[in-house]
Nanobody
Framework: QLQLVESGGGLVQPGGSLRLSCAAS????????IGWFRQAPGKEREGISC????????NYADSVKGRFTISRDNAKNMVYLQMNSLKPEDTAIYYC????????????????????????WGQGTQVTVSS
């Protein structure tokens, strides 16, 4: 059974850091683009970052650019989201998602930031940024 499990969330003070992990079981991530999404109470789900299957292409939402870094270790079947300089507005449930649909940005393999492109989702991990 294909499953994604997020971990690493928690309570952190503004300016702090967290590293979220996304572990896959029941399949190998090698051929999947992975996206990170978040949803705060009363707000729509937001795509914040993605990485293509090879790891050669990444995208970031403007709200996290320069603060968050996505990476993957296909040998460990893991994807990570390093979050630095956290702000209270980063408080949300964070989800990872996987897609095996080809996605191109021009002539090159990329990754989508839209949730509807992803078929497989984890259960989410809570991140709370508060003093």
């Amino acid at each position: 059974q294909l499953q994604l499990v997020e971990s690493g969330g928690g309570l952190v003070q503004p300016g702090g850091s967290l590293r979220l992990s996304c572990a896959a079981s029941g399949f190998t991530l090698d051929y999947y683009h992975i996206g990170w999404f978040r949803q705060a109470p009363g707000k729509e789900r937001e795509g914040i970052s993605c990485i293509n299957s090879s790891g050669g292409s990444t995208n970031y939402a403007d709200s996290v650019k320069g603060r968050f870094t996505i990476s993957r270790d296909n040998a460990k079947n893991m994807v990570y989201l390093q979050m630095n300089s956290l702000k209270p507005e980063d408080t949300a449930i964070y989800y990872c998602a996987a897609s095996d649909r080809p996605y191109y940005e021009g002539r090159f393999s990329g990754c989508p930031m839209m949730g509807q492109e992803y078929a497989y989702w984890g259960q989410g991990t809570q991140v709370t940024v508060s003093s």
